[in-house]
């Protein structure tokens, strides 16, 4: 999980809007409307095969030098971004159910003190993973 920065190729096409290739990460095409949209889709794709390798424990390719690239007259390059922390966060918020023990003291205390046991699982991981959310 980190933050990544890779080079899109954005290609304008002959019918309006842009085709969109990541030449370093297999896989990952997209396209836009316009270069709002283009930019937008440009970073979900991203995120969503860096995501994936990252699942995969595969390696994620280094990023390539944008001026080394060869280009078409129709196309430029521009730098997309992505963090596949808050990827992560935003598409896969799913609860998981965990089992598991504690000391009966400890279970009663936190009851008597209307403790919230999965708020507080969650807050001590996130602090001990130094996740600063």
């Given at each position: 999980?980190?933050?990544?920065?890779?080079?899109?190729?954005?290609?304008?096409?002959?019918?309006?809007?842009?085709?969109?290739?990541?030449?370093?990460?297999?896989g990952a095409f997209t396209q836009g409307e316009d270069m709002l949209d283009g930019?937008?889709?440009?970073?979900?794709?991203?995120?969503?095969?860096?995501?994936?390798?990252?699942?995969?424990?595969?390696?994620?390719?280094?990023?390539?030098?944008?001026?080394?690239?060869?280009?078409?007259?129709?196309?430029?390059?521009?730098?997309?971004?992505?963090?596949?922390?808050?990827?992560?966060?935003?598409?896969?918020?799913?609860?998981?159910?965990?089992?598991?023990?504690?000391?009966?003291?400890?279970?009663?205390?936190?009851?008597?003190?209307?403790?919230?046991?999965?708020?507080?699982?969650?807050?001590?991981?996130?602090?001990?993973?130094?996740?600063?959310?």
């Open positions: 999980m980190a933050k990544y920065v890779f080079p899109a190729i954005f290609t304008k096409e002959d019918e309006g809007g842009y085709s969109i290739a990541f030449p370093d990460v297999e930019v937008t889709m440009a970073s979900d794709a991203l995120c969503l095969m860096l995501y994936q390798l990252e699942e995969e424990n595969k390696l994620v390719p280094p990023p390539s030098e944008p001026l080394g690239l060869k280009l078409k007259p129709n196309e430029f390059v521009t730098l997309i971004d992505c963090d596949t922390l808050e990827y992560r966060k935003f598409y896969d918020n799913k609860a998981v159910k965990k089992t598991l023990s504690i000391p009966a003291w400890l279970n009663d205390l936190a009851i008597k003190e209307g403790v919230n046991f999965s708020q507080t699982l969650q807050n001590a991981l996130k602090e001990k993973l130094e996740l600063n959310t």
